[in-house]
């Protein structure tokens, strides 16, 4: 399974940036994929998480801001993050699980600025 992750960017506190996450290698239809994220200095955290039944819970941290979204015409993950805030900085990786492995993308470095 690969993941390609984009779509970071440098946003004003506010702002709105949309990452992608395009995965390959897999039965897009079995499986999930959430979203970390790490700040400098911090532990991975999750961010936003999908179940099989198509449920999205999302950390507290970013609930209400951030909707995350399935394309399965183009087998892409779609994390729309809104009123951003500086505390929002940090790489965003995009992960799922398959045959009881890991699988991360390369991360996407997003820097919001007060």
């Known amino acids: 399974v690969q993941l390609q992750a984009s779509g970071g960017g440098l946003v004003q506190a506010g702002g709105s940036l949309r990452l992608s996450c395009a995965a390959s290698?897999?039965?897009?239809?079995?499986?999930?994929i959430d979203w970390y994220r790490q700040a400098p200095g911090k532990e991975r955290e999750l961010v936003a998480t999908?179940?099989?039944?198509?449920?999205?819970n999302y950390s507290d941290s970013v609930k209400g801001r951030f909707t995350l979204s399935r394309d399965a015409v183009y087998r892409t993950v779609h994390l729309q993050m809104n009123s951003l805030k500086p505390e929002d900085t940090a790489i965003y990786y995009c992960?799922?699980?398959?045959?009881?492995?890991?699988?991360w993308g390369q991360g996407t470095l997003v820097t919001v600025s007060s």
């Open positions: 999908s179940t099989n039944a198509g449920r999205v």
């Open positions: 290698g897999a039965v897009f239809g079995f499986i999930t």
């Open positions: 992960h799922t699980v398959s045959h009881s492995r890991d699988f």
